[in-house]
């Protein structure tokens, strides 16, 4: 069995400032990891994945994530927030042999100015 | 034109009505997928197709009907829907379904809205 947790279901930045977003994994097999944005009232987007390469993994607009398996984390972050980051962002994970993504809840993220 | 189009993007129906969703994907991948997105829900997958065929059925009920008559084309045939039934419907696509490290492709989403 495989799931996420995405701790906080909103988080508020401040432009310029750091964007942390959180996301718990278990799964009984190693995983493959993914982040995911969607902009309002558009489908969901890949950001970055997670796929045993490198644990530091690196995305479009600046995000990037690192996989920690000794927490079985895979957090995302972004230095400098921008206007434009506000949306809401999936973790999720594939590890099952059919490869079903199982996504977690979603952050919706807010950027203030 | 993008990966996955999905049409309409927004449908209003009454609960007799007979409606359909369709999903195109220009990517030459063999799997696609339909979820649902409620408002304050996690994504829910409602059904898997690997090469044409279905593979995953999450348990959604009759009044859903999907139809993948090739590897490029996935419908949502929808019929005698509920109210609850509103939501985003979201299509997706990857190389195989059998592939763990392969990231799924997302279209835009039909609104549906049931009157």
């Known amino acids: 069995a495989q799931s996420v947790t995405q701790l906080g279901s909103h988080v508020s930045v401040s432009e310029g400032a750091l964007v942390l977003l959180r996301c718990n994994y278990s799964s009984s097999v190693p995983p493959y990891l993914f982040w995911y944005v969607q902009y309002p009232n558009q489908g969901l987007q890949l950001l970055l994945k997670?796929?045993?390469?490198?644990?530091l993994v690196k995305g479009i607009n600046g995000f990037e994530a690192e996989f920690k398996k000794s927490e079985t984390s895979f957090h995302l972050t972004k230095p400098s927030a921008h206007m434009s980051d506000a949306a809401e962002y999936f973790c999720a994970v594939s590890a099952s042999s059919w490869g079903k993504l199982q996504f977690g809840a979603g952050t919706q993220v807010v950027v203030t100015p | 034109e993008t990966g996955v189009t999905q049409t309409p993007r927004h449908l209003v129906m009454g609960m007799t009505n007979k409606k359909s969703l369709k999903c195109e994907q220009h990517?030459?991948?063999?799997?696609m997928y339909w979820y649902k997105q409620s408002a304050k829900k996690p994504l829910e997958l409602m059904f898997v197709?690997?090469?044409?065929?279905?593979?995953e059925n999450n348990s959604v009920p009759s009044r859903f009907s999907p139809e993948c008559p090739n590897s490029s084309h996935l419908f949502l045939h929808l019929h005698t829907l509920q109210p609850e039934d509103s939501a985003l419907y979201l299509c997706?696509?990857?190389?195989?379904?059998?592939?763990?490290?392969?990231?799924?492709?997302f279209g835009q989403g039909t609104r549906l809205t049931v009157v």
């Open positions: 990517l030459g991948h063999n799997a």
């Open positions: 997670y796929t045993s390469a490198a644990t």
């Open positions: 997706a696509s990857s190389q195989e379904a059998s592939r763990v490290n392969t990231e799924a492709f």
């Open positions: 197709y690997n090469f044409k065929e279905q593979t």
